[in-house]
């Protein structure tokens, strides 16, 4: 069974800093793209940032020059550094990827189950 498991949310104050982590576990042949989303009270789940396996990068304007994404292919986990945080970051931050494993051995896409980032004073 393949899981994604996020850690390192918690409670900051405006203009501190979190890193997000998010671990890939279970029978996996390949992971494809990676991606960190959030969804605050009464709003949509939108993207915030994503890698592809060679490692490039797309931000959503609200996060560019404070947010940074990157992975460690060879422990199956994907990062986001979070820089200057503000009230309106709070969310809860899920985990997504794009997995190829067993028993299809077809890519899919899986979600982790969130993590909540809280910026408050």
């Known amino acids: 069974q393949v899981q994604l498991v996020e850690s390192g949310g918690g409670l900051v104050q405006p203009g501190g800093s979190l890193r997000l982590s998010c671990a890939a576990s279970g029978s996996i042949f390949s992971i494809d793209a990676m991606g960190w989303y959030r969804q605050a009270p009464g709003k949509q789940r939108e993207l915030v940032a994503g890698i592809t396996s060679g490692g490039s990068t797309n931000y959503a304007d609200s996060v560019k020059g404070r947010f940074t994404i990157s992975r460690d292919n060879a422990k199956n986990t994907v990062y986001l550094q979070m820089n200057n945080l503000k009230p309106e970051d709070t969310a809860v931050y899920y985990c997504?990827?794009?997995?190829?494993?067993?028993?299809?051995?077809?890519?899919?896409?899986?979600w982790g189950k969130g993590t909540l980032v809280t910026v408050s004073s």
């Open positions: 997504n990827a794009d997995i190829t494993a067993p028993p299809t051995w077809s890519r899919a896409n899986y």
